[in-house]
């Protein structure tokens, strides 16, 4: 297990923990700690920003034991488990895994499975050759709609410095984990209140990919954004808090 570099707002209540995309840090979630408030943490996952990176190969079970032992350290019972992508796969274990420990699930374009092995094999081979770096044009192109990286250059520039920060081995590591990673029989498992949230041209986790997840939890709420790809949080911030905070039941929260 791994002690994992993360941003703490205190407050009073359940907390907010945020796990991000693979080749994120924690501040992809600045707008929401800045608008939302505490309790609230966001991680860095293992590799990411400022969390050591341990060899590979990773599985998301590995990554989520990482985040229960960081909710132990934090003396943290429950909480409202915030994932995107890689990160709502993690949020996924833990709800079905330790049911208790979740109070509430916001799952942002995530996946029960994100492609297959091979694809995520070869752009581990790709990230071992070439780095980091290489992959900031074309994540840029899965993370927003088209034109907003040129309307917003310096998102664009905080994003491609992130995804060149992420470390190789841990980048290839965690696509060892999205690779193997099949969450749709624990979907039935999960028990907390979930939203499940899509990007309409999202061509990472496109809606009927993220609609899987929604329809394998019961009762789950699941919502479509318009003009927005991978990474909504960034794209469409106050709206993504907004959710966020309508599930965790204090809609007052947001302005
Ligand atoms: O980077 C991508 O292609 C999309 C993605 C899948 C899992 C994740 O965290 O990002």
Known sequence: ????????????????????????????WQPQLDELGGPALAVDLRGHGGSPAPAGPYTVAELAMDVIELLDRGG???????????GGAVAQWIAANEPDRVSALSLFCTAARFGTQP?????????????????????????????????????AARCTAMIANTDDE???GCCAALGEWDG??????????????????????????VAEVA????????VVLDDAAHLPTLQHPRLVSALIARRHGNPGSTS
Request: net charge negative; aromatic share 6%; glycine share 8%.
């Open 1 to 28: 297990m791994v002690e994992l570099a993360h941003t703490v707002l205190p407050g009073d209540g359940i907390p907010l923990v945020f796990l991000g995309s693979i080749a994120s840090d924690r501040s992809m």
């Open 76 to 86: 943290i019972d429950a909480a409202h488990l915030v994932g995107l992508s890689l």
């Open 119 to 155: 694809m995520w094999a070869e752009r581990a081979a790709l990230v071992r050759r070439d780095g980091t770096a290489s992959l900031a044009a074309s994540a840029l192109t899965r993370w927003f709609t088209p034109g907003f990286a040129v309307a917003h250059p310096e998102i």
């Open 170 to 172: 841990a980048y290839a």
């Open 184 to 209: 749709r029989a624990d979907l039935a498992r999960i028990t907390a209140p979930t939203l499940v949230v899509a990007g309409a041209d999202d061509p990472g986790t496109p809606p009927p990919v």
């Open 215 to 222: 329809e394998g939890i019961a009762g789950a709420e699941f």
